[in-house]
């Protein structure tokens, strides 16, 4: 399995990061996680041809993780001729989600929706094991604005899990989502804990399940005081542009 590091970012781009998103290839899928303001040229960038999307999964409703969505169609329809279906993953109804948001950004293009050959999947933002496609997906809650239906996710593909936490603060839920990944990749947001919405580095230091798998997790959704806190104590940070290799 290879994933394209898409962003790291956060919703400010700070550091001039992108905004986070992850490119998955797995045997013959290619799975987006996140689709943020910035993926489509994220995907120029890295000369991946949306229409070989087959899979995109949407942690929250924030324009850092799915407003690139309303381009990214548009373009399925007008540049890129969509060649096969894709599935469209997310919390709660995530077929309005989307309408809403080419209501606003495309207005007159909510038809887009039912021309493409896209496949509307609604996962339980409470959680819960499902099967999409030929992957079991399980779905966690996490706390984030509680609007936005924050939710992270876990892949199993061809047997090994990989994690994906989205937006989070540090609760009890995020060290269960870790004991189910072979590796993950986690927001940090902060160096030290503000307010209930996000990870600091202080809170993954104080937490006995991120040293026992400090090696299995990299973090995302930096910004500069939280990535170099992070490299100082010998986490994983990632870059725009790393690429991760597993083996399953
Ligand atoms: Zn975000």
């Not at 994933?3 to 956060?10: D, F, S, Y």
């Not at 994220?42 to 949306?50: K, M, T, V, Y």
């Not at 030929?134 to 779905?139: D, G, P």
């Not at 989205?166 to 986690?186: N, P, R, Y």
Request: charged content about 25%; proline content about 2%; glycine content about 8%.
């Amino acid at each position: 399995m290879e994933i394209k590091v898409l962003g790291t970012g956060n919703a400010f781009n700070q550091q001039s990061r992108m905004n986070s998103s992850f490119f998955i290839h797995s045997g013959d899928q290619n799975i987006l996680i996140d689709c943020g303001f910035t993926v489509p040229l994220a995907l120029h960038n890295e000369n991946i041809d949306p229409s070989s999307i087959d899979m995109i999964f949407i942690t929250h409703y924030h324009g850092d993780h799915y407003a690139g969505l309303s381009s990214l169609l548009l373009s399925l329809k007008y540049i890129y001729k969509q060649q096969k279906p894709l599935k469209i993953c997310g919390p709660g109804d995530v077929k309005s989600k989307i309408r809403e948001l080419l209501s606003v950004l495309y207005n007159g293009n909510e038809s887009l929706l039912d021309e493409l050959a896209i496949d509307f999947f609604s996962v339980p933002s409470e959680g819960g094991l499902l099967t999409i496609g030929e992957i079991e997906v399980e779905v966690y809650k996490m706390i984030h604005s509680l609007k936005a239906l924050p939710v992270g996710y876990v892949l199993n593909l061809n047997e090994f899990k990989i994690g994906f936490s989205g937006d989070t603060c540090w609760h009890s839920g995020v060290e269960q989502f870790l004991s189910d990944c072979d590796k993950a990749i986690i927001e940090c947001s902060f160096s030290e804990k503000i307010g209930e919405g996000h990870i600091s580095v202080d809170e993954l230091e104080a937490s006995a399940k991120i040293q026992q798998k400090k090696k299995d997790i990299y973090l995302t959704h930096l910004y500069s005081e939280s990535s170099k806190k992070a490299k100082d104590f010998g986490y994983n940070v990632l870059e725009d542009g790393d690429r991760l290799n597993f083996k399953s």
